[in-house]
């Protein structure tokens, strides 16, 4: 079982500040990475995907995949309160591998 | 656009009892899933479908059986429920290949078992 590791938070930031998510992951054979976010009672919905080492951004989210340190992040840029959620960090294996997600909470 | 449809949305089971949960997508994705949530545990894979006709069992299969009914519906099967069942169950889909870790979720079924 490929182990993915994140902080179960909460994390609290203020309104129009960044948000930083991070998950560390176990193995190194692992080649493409995934964002989801889950709104309370909802069903989880893919925001970011990464695949090589860098980082990738699509509007406020940008994604960071270090592959020789095993980790990969979330910034959310000027975040909002609609932001508030938890989010699951994922690796591909023979089905998606799902960490245990880090509840954000966006403060007015 | 439905999307991934699961049914039923809600159940309460007494232990002991059966029940199917159905889940159909119109995405015509070759690859279907359920997972379970539980507070604290995040998703847990159950089974999975990589294609029509094929099956295999994920991190937490004991308990569950699946049916891979065609291309469309993946149905997950509690054959005698347990209280430990009670949980939020996810049916997904995903294309195959590069675009296999983007998963589309169905809204999700709220079992209870007394």
């Known amino acids: 079982q490929k182990e993915v590791e994140q902080n179960s938070g909460p994390l609290s930031v203020p309104e129009g500040a960044i948000a930083s998510l991070n998950c560390t992951y176990s193995d190194r054979g692992s080649q493409s990475f995934f964002w989801y976010r889950q709104y309370s009672g909802k069903s989880p919905e893919l925001i970011m995907s990464?695949?090589?080492?860098g980082d990738k951004e699509d509007g406020r989210f940008t994604a960071q995949l270090n592959k020789a340190s095993q980790y990969v992040s979330l910034l959310i840029r000027d975040s909002q309160p609609s932001d508030s959620a938890t989010y699951l960090c994922a690796l591909s294996g023979y089905a998606l591998n799902f960490g245990k997600g880090t509840s954000l909470l966006v403060t007015p | 656009n439905a999307g991934v449809t699961q049914t039923p949305k809600f159940q309460v089971l007494k232990t002991g009892q059966s029940m199917t949960l159905q889940c159909a997508q119109d995405m015509n994705h070759n690859s279907m899933y359920w997972y379970r949530q539980d507070p604290g545990m995040g998703l847990r894979l159950i089974y999975y479908?990589?294609?029509?006709?094929?099956?295999d069992k994920g991190e937490v299969p004991n308990g569950y059986n699946v049916s891979r009914l065609n291309k469309r519906e993946f149905s997950l099967r509690l054959e005698s429920a347990a209280p430990s069942q009670t949980s939020v169950y996810f049916c997904?889909?995903?294309?195959?290949?590069?675009?296999?870790?983007?998963?589309?979720f169905g809204e999700g079924s709220r079992l209870t078992v007394l």
């Open positions: 990464i695949y090589s080492n």
């Open positions: 997904a889909s995903s294309q195959t290949g590069p675009a296999a870790g983007e998963l589309f």
């Open positions: 479908s990589a294609s029509e006709g094929t099956t």
